[in-house]
């Protein structure tokens, strides 16, 4: 920390005027005493008799004079008043550095830091400061950041809804127009209007859900179940779908019941997500594995693969991005919303746990690992095993 100029004269006329007072009143006491000594024989002798006692060697060598003592004392007590005087007065200054540090990151300066070091508990209250500007700085970031996908959220829903609704608009219109010619092209008119209607129902259902899970607020219904049991209902209810498209959906759990407290519902959600990928995305593919283990004592893997087409590695990460759809499954066809993997992260991550996606020729892997017990959160092994993580 530098001082101004003012400050260190400010300085230089304490330390003066401390010690013009002190000389002063060192002056008094000397007087005082020489006139009690004088008219006191009794302390006289007394001093006499020490005076002796303090003298050292066979030559009787007097090293101080009883004079020479006191004042020695004296200027130690004068040097340590001017010594505390000035010390106070500097931290006084510190602290108003400081203050004034803090007025210039309160105006707007949040770049701003309090560049200087201090000794003591003056640097505690330094490197806090500095902290809490940091913490808050962050906040504030993140809740920028915050809002700003809060707007892309908007800007892509609404996208995403008006494209639909235009042609229901259109075909409606059509209707309205009397502009068909025969019943059959009336129905495919209102056909694909209601088609449209549904997709929109699909969006505004998943993000709802989204933005439910989104929030931590929302509780989940933590019930204990049985991870095996329920992958063998999931392969169960797809399998008409599955053998349609010509796949299977094969089951491979342990024996014994694997038991994890969890929100069924919300886990079948993801699952089902999960499974009708893999039947809409796995093209070419045959097969479709629903797969269970326990892992370390506290989590278990669930994993739902297929071995169709596999998901471009640029595309791993993003995959799970609301609303990211791999280039060409944007097809209308799937008729997905892009919202199904962002669900099933929050989710995952609601629980405790986390997913991950992995991809080669031969198969794609969504690999979920959940926590056994409600409540506890799971370290991310994988992630932080990528080279570029991002949450
Ligand atoms: N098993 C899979 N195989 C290949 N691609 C997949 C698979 N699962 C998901 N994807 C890709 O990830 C994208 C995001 O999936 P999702 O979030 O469920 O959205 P949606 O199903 O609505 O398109 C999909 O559009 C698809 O491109
Ligand atoms: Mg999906």
């Not at 639909?164 to 019943?183: A, F, R």
Request: avoid cysteine; charge should be negative.
């Amino acid at each position: 920390m530098k001082l101004t100029t003012r400050e260190k004269s400010a300085l230089i006329m304490e330390g003066i005027v401390t010690v013009v007072l002190l000389l002063l009143l060192n002056l008094s006491v000397i007087v005082l005493l020489n006139e009690m000594i004088q008219t006191n024989p009794g302390l006289q002798d007394g001093i006499f008799i020490i005076k002796r006692s303090v003298f050292i060697g066979p030559a009787h060598y007097q090293l101080w004079s009883w004079e020479n003592i006191f004042i020695v004392l004296l200027a130690i007590f004068d040097a340590g008043v001017v010594y505390w005087r000035l010390i106070r007065r500097y931290r006084q200054m510190q602290l108003r550095h400081i203050i004034d540090e803090l007025h210039y990151i309160a105006n707007g300066h949040f770049d701003h830091r309090i560049p200087f070091t201090l000794k003591g508990d003056t640097q505690r209250v330094i490197t806090s400061v500095n902290s809490l500007v940091d913490s808050v700085i962050a906040s504030m970031d993140e809740e920028r950041r915050i809002e700003k996908s809060k707007d892309e959220l908007i800007t892509n829903v609404s996208h995403d809804l008006r494209t639909p609704l235009t042609s229901i608009i259109g075909y409606l219109g059509l209707v309205e127009d009397k502009q068909y010619h025969s019943q059959d092209e009336l129905l495919k008119y209102t056909n694909t209007a209601y088609n449209k209607a549904k997709q929109m129902k699909s969006l505004v259902d998943d993000l709802f859900v989204y933005t439910k899970m989104r929030n931590t607020d929302t509780p989940l219904s933590i019930a204990t179940l049985d991870v095996g049991q329920m992958l063998e209902q999931l392969a169960a209810s797809f399998e008409l779908e599955a053998s349609q498209k010509g796949m299977d959906v094969n089951i491979d759990v342990p024996d014994q019941p694997m038991k994890i407290e969890a929100d069924g519902e919300k886990l079948g959600r993801v699952f089902n997500n999960l499974i009708t990928n893999a039947l809409k995305y796995g093209k070419d593919g045959k097969h479709i594995y629903l797969r269970a283990h326990q892992e370390n004592d506290d989590e278990v893997v669930v994993s739902v693969e297929n071995d169709g087409a596999k998901i471009p590695k640029a595309s791993l990460d993003q995959v799970f991005e609301r609303f990211y759809r791999v280039e060409g499954s944007r097809s209308k066809a799937t008729g997905g919303t892009g919202l199904g993997l962002a669900i099933a992260q929050s989710i995952i991550t609601r629980h405790g746990g986390y997913i991950y996606v992995t991809s080669d020729d031969q198969i794609t892997r969504f690999i979920i690992h959940l926590p056994i017990k409600n409540g506890t959160q799971l370290k991310d092994d994988h992630r932080e095993a990528l080279p570029n993580a991002k949450n």
